[in-house]
T-cell receptor, first 113, second 113 residues
Framework: DQQVKQNSPSLSVQEGRISILNCDYTNSMFDYFLWYKKYPAEGPTFLISISSIKDKNEDGRFTVFLNKSAKHLSLHIVPSQPGDSAVYFCAACYGGSQGNLIFGKGTKLSVKP | DTEVTQTPKHLVMGMTNKKSLKCEQHMGHRAMYWYKQKAKKPPELMFVYSYEKLSINESVPSRFSPECPNSSLLNLHLHALQPEDSALYLC????????????FGSGTQLSVL
């Protein structure tokens, strides 16, 4: 049973518009959430993270929102750029998990010029 | 230097072969990880090394044997693999075992014939 779910395998957005990538989780012990970006033939690259004590974290064009009651988080990219086209993985962990990040299946974002 | 370097990038091996995957980082990180990623699936944790000691083995078959010769190097020795072991093997490192930010290598794409 998947503990971290990304239900949209793909998303297509026009350049300059907002991209919203969604992630749901089932394990209430998770207390830290991360987003990774992956280009083909490269390893995942850390993008942004959020602790469960917060509901929002912002870094430039990227903002992550956390709704603990709904066990839902989202990544907003605004404005979207063609270089943002990649696969985005949501990941989660908890204090005692010792390096065990649980990843979602990923969402492939395509930003069209 | 914020890189995790993995060699080789591609590997094809027969079921009777013995081969090794190598990973190197020079960021002074004290935790290193092996993840396995099958096509269209999320990365899954295999092993965690903390301060050069194996701290997690996620029930990985003994045909995979990890080794951490020093704080900068991580190897994965492969012997008598099965075709279903074909996957992308990702190495990662972090400052400590709290996985707040993992740095991933580009991976080794392994095919077992």
């Amino acid at each position: 049973d998947q503990q971290v779910k990304q239900n949209s395998p793909s998303l297509s957005v026009q350049e300059g518009r907002i991209s919203i990538l969604n992630c749901d989780y089932t394990n209430s012990m998770f207390d830290y959430f991360l987003w990774y970006k992956k280009y083909p033939a490269e390893g995942p690259t850390f993008l942004i993270s959020i602790s469960s004590i917060k509901d929002k974290n912002e870094d430039g064009r990227f903002t992550v929102f956390l709704n603990k009651s709904a066990k839902h988080l989202s990544l907003h990219i605004v404005p979207s750029q063609p270089g943002d086209s990649a696969v985005y993985f949501c990941a989660a962990c908890y204090g005692g998990s010792q390096g065990n990040l649980i990843f979602g299946k990923g969402t492939k974002l395509s930003v069209k010029p | 230097d914020t890189e995790v370097t993995q060699t080789p990038k591609h590997l094809v091996m027969g079921m009777t072969n013995k081969k090794s995957l190598k990973c190197e980082q020079h960021m002074g990180h004290r935790a290193m990880y092996w993840y396995k990623q099958k096509a269209k699936k999320p990365p899954e944790l295999m092993f965690v090394y903390s301060y050069e000691k194996l701290s997690i083995n996620e029930s990985v078959p003994s045909r995979f044997s990890p080794e951490c010769p020093n704080s900068s190097l991580l190897n994965l020795h492969l012997h008598a693999l099965q075709p279903e072991d074909s996957a992308l093997y990702l190495c990662a490192s972090s400052q400590d075992v709290s996985p707040r930010k993992l740095f991933f290598g580009s991976g080794t794409q392994l095919s077992v014939l």
